[in-house]
């Protein structure tokens, strides 16, 4: 008896399950690294509050876009950012915030693990700035005075040259909208309160120049061949 009610009760979980559309959900990409392993420049707690809870948040509402706008679970986050302009701002919002720190933690890692330009990409970065040091103080620059919240971001544009460029709120450069740089992001950096306050209070320079230390040569060495 119990062996035919858990075989009927089964039946109707299926039928629903059935019944219901079949989502393609956004998922949350796990930290490459410990929280702690970003220390000093960037302290543990600030990564786990900025990974759990803003982050996964982004991930949760792009999600619950997925229903009034059943295309979007048809995309692959890529591909969503070069079509953001025929969806609603919280797809806009939230697809942007999805992809940007799905990038932000690939372009970082700990202290001393993040390789080097390799030197393909040393070469454009020399052609399009004059040398690695000008392009970081460009860079920095962008992101420091970013008005708000935003990102600064290192891309190679339709021509293949380099530019710096700078967006706001969760916007980024593969974007289709008139107000955009657009090209390949190779490097970007969240400048956001949320992803110093807690350590650098209104200090965003300081921020910005411990972040250096960070960055994942090896990742934008990928990234750059991925876009030549
Ligand atoms: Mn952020």
Redesign the pocket.
Known sequence: MLRVLCSAAAAVVLLLAGALPVWAEFVLPPLPYAPDALEPAIDATTMTI?HDR?HAAYVANLNGQIKANPSLAKLSLDALQGQISRFPVAVRNNGGGHWN?SQFWAVMAPPGQGGEPAPELLQAINASFGSLEAMQTQFSQAAAARFGSGWAWLIRTADGSMAITSTANQDNPLMDLPEIERGTPLLGL?V?E??YYLNYQNRRPDYISAWWDLVNWNEVNTRFSAAA
């Open positions: 900025h803003h720190h969240d956001w949320h992803a």
